[in-house]
């Protein structure tokens, strides 16, 4: 157990609707992080916060938004989906310049 | 920019042989490295890393030593066992800026009994 709680586990939806992927990071971890895992195109970094501020972007389409809240829990939202959207979607948390704790996942399939 | 390739798999092994799989890098700068790995099912998690060139990180049997003038970082494992069937991923982070890691694309090790 990494510490790290992501909800739900699996999601199934439609395309064109949108959805909220939740994050809890290990305790006293200030950073969180968003990855997404797709067959075709390994495993994407999303965008990473620190303390409620965010401090990078990678491939993080404009249907997709993220935030971190004052509790440190974080949420990814994506919204307008597409079938291409659906992949496994990991958060993980770190303190400072340590390791990053993954959690679980979040399997999303867009139908 | 920094990227991590890893060999492609799948990599299939008959019980007690030894693995290897290949990692190389390409940063600017001197980064730390890492190996994760995924079991079916689950998420990644940290099999071992190293953060300066010539350390051998090592952990339940694996073993990778940062070459700095290979700009590599193997996987190594004398005897493997059918419960390492996995996607292992080779990473690497800055030291500088923001700490994201940069993963290799992974591969898939499948141990037969």
């Keep these: 157990d990494s510490g790290v709680t992501q909800t739900p586990k699996h999601l199934i939806t439609a395309t064109g609707q949108r959805v909220t992927l939740r994050c809890s990071p290990r305790s006293g971890d200030l950073s969180v992080y968003w990855y997404q895992q797709s067959l075709d195109q390994g495993l994407q970094f999303l965008i990473h916060y620190y303390n409620g501020e965010e401090r990078a972007k990678g491939n993080i389409l404009e249907r997709f938004s993220a935030q971190q809240f004052p509790d440190l829990h974080s949420e990814l939202n994506l919204s307008s989906l597409e079938l291409g959207d659906s992949a496994l979607y990991f958060c993980a948390s770190s303190l400072n310049t340590g390791e990053l704790f993954f959690g679980e996942g979040s399997r999303l399939t867009v139908l | ?113």
């Design chain 2, 1 to 113: 920019g920094n990227s991590v390739t890893q060999m492609e798999g799948p990599v299939t092994l008959s019980e007690e042989a030894f693995l290897t799989i290949n990692c190389t890098y390409t940063a600017t700068g001197y980064p730390s490295l890492f190996w994760y790995v995924q079991y079916p099912g689950e998420g990644l998690q940290l099999l071992l890393k190293a953060t300066k060139a010539d350390d051998k990180g090592s952990n339940k049997g694996f073993e990778a030593t940062y070459r700095k003038e290979t700009t590599s970082f193997h996987l190594e494992k004398g005897s493997v066992q059918v419960s390492d069937s996995a996607v292992y991923f080779c990473a690497l982070r800055l030291h500088t800026g923001f700490q994201k890691l940069v993963f290799g694309t992974g591969t898939r090790l499948l141990v037969s009994p």
